[in-house]
């Protein structure tokens, strides 16, 4: 499946809620937003996340399931190959439909 690493930050969310994952952090790249890992809803079950993760504000992407929506939705932090790519994937022209989430995580993104 691609885009399988961004699930790992949905799955550190999780385990946060018991004490022991609760330092744990996550950083995620963002090499290109056209490989967005967005399969079929009903493949939910299958990926071990409770029903909540899937919402506007988690692994939903228009009616399916986005792993690099979950990756930039969850990590902690989140970098790109470039201070340029940085500013342009926060635009509707190179978001990939994701340019609202990428605004809003916009301090805790940086090109590198």
Same mark, same amino acid.
């Given at each position: ?38 399969? #079929? ?7 071990? @996340?409770?029903? &909540?993760?899937?919402?506007? !504000? *988690? ?33 509707? #022209? ?7 989430? @990428?605004?809003? &995580?916009?301090?805790?993104? !940086? *090109?590198?």
């Amino acid at each position: 499946m691609t885009g399988t690493p961004g699930l790992l930050p949905a799955y550190l969310a999780q385990a946060r809620m018991h004490r022991h994952a609760r330092l744990a952090g996550s950083v995620f790249t963002v090499h290109n937003l056209a490989y967005q890992g967005r399969f #079929d809803a009903r493949h939910l079950p299958e990926l071990g @996340l409770p029903p &909540r993760f899937y919402d506007v !504000d *988690g692994l939903e992407f228009y009616g399916q399931i986005s792993f690099l929506k979950a990756g930039l939705q969850y990590s902690d932090r989140l970098t790109t190959v470039s201070p340029t790519y940085a500013r342009e994937i926060q635009t509707p #022209d190179y978001g990939e439909g994701l340019d609202g989430l @990428l605004r809003q &995580r916009a301090g805790e993104l !940086d *090109g590198i």
